[in-house]
Nanobody
């Protein structure tokens, strides 16, 4: 099992920045990748950014050039993933969820989720 604890988020004016962090604990050696999803009211949850264990990144088109996902590399924070969000716009308002996943050759991937953190961008 993997546990995810998120921090960051809050209220910011359009054009501002926020930083989200997600710390994984438990069976972290099984993790193949981590990332962030978001869900706005009345909308489906969508991928924002993802970072694989090999260092590959994926971004939603709507956040490319504005958001950056990275992994902390210090000894004590190696299992922490950060999402730096710049040039925020009101459309970025949503609950942001940290995700970690494990890929199995014999079945579907297993997903783990954080509790979610609110990001609100005012115009």
């Amino acid at each position: 099992q993997v546990q995810l604890v998120e921090s960051g988020g809050g209220l910011v004016q359009a054009g501002g920045s926020l930083r989200l962090s997600c710390a994984a604990s438990g069976s972290t050696r099984s993790i193949n990748g981590m990332g962030w999803y978001r869900q706005a009211p009345g909308k489906q949850r969508e991928l924002v950014a993802r970072l694989t264990s090999g260092g590959g990144t994926t971004y939603a088109d709507s956040v490319k050039g504005r958001f950056t996902i990275s992994r902390d590399n210090t000894r004590n924070t190696r299992n922490t993933v950060t999402l730096q969000m710049n040039s925020l716009i009101p459309e970025d308002t949503a609950v942001y969820y940290c995700n970690a996943y494990t890929i199995y050759s014999w079945g579907p991937a297993e997903n783990y989720w954080g509790q979610g953190t609110q990001v609100t961008v005012s115009s």
